[in-house]
Nanobody
């Protein structure tokens, strides 16, 4: 059973930066896709970014492209989401997710494992 734990959320002002971390229990992630999703109150969970563990290939939602960067640290079994130029519309609970496979996908229902989430609030 893969366990994921997010950290790094908080309250910031528009234009600020935050880095989210996702610590994973699994030690052999070479065949996994790791993703970040977010969910704002009253809205569906939406894709933010994903990374293919074994070669670092990435994918991003259009709304965050150029502002957010997903990366991984093999030695620490940790995935990061660097968020720059934050906007009030980025306010949401951010979730880390994992799925077996080699195809980077944005569909949250295909991800098998989820962390509990971390709140990000951006004030204007």
């Amino acid at each position: 059973q893969v366990q994921l734990v997010e950290s790094g959320g908080g309250l910031v002002q528009a234009g600020d930066s935050l880095r989210l971390s996702c610590a994973a229990s699994e030690r052999t992630f070479s065949s996994y896709i790791m993703g970040w999703f977010r969910q704002a109150p009253g809205k569906e969970r939406e894709f933010v970014a994903a990374i293919r563990w074994y070669d670092g290939s990435t994918g991003y939602a259009d709304s965050v492209k150029g502002r957010f960067t997903i990366s991984r640290d093999n030695a620490k079994n940790t995935v990061y989401l660097q968020m720059n130029s934050l906007k009030p519309e980025d306010t949401a609970v951010y979730y880390c997710a994992a799925k077996r496979g080699l195809v980077v996908t944005a569909t949250y229902r295909t991800y098998e494992y989820w962390g509990p989430g971390t709140q990000v609030t951006v004030s204007s």
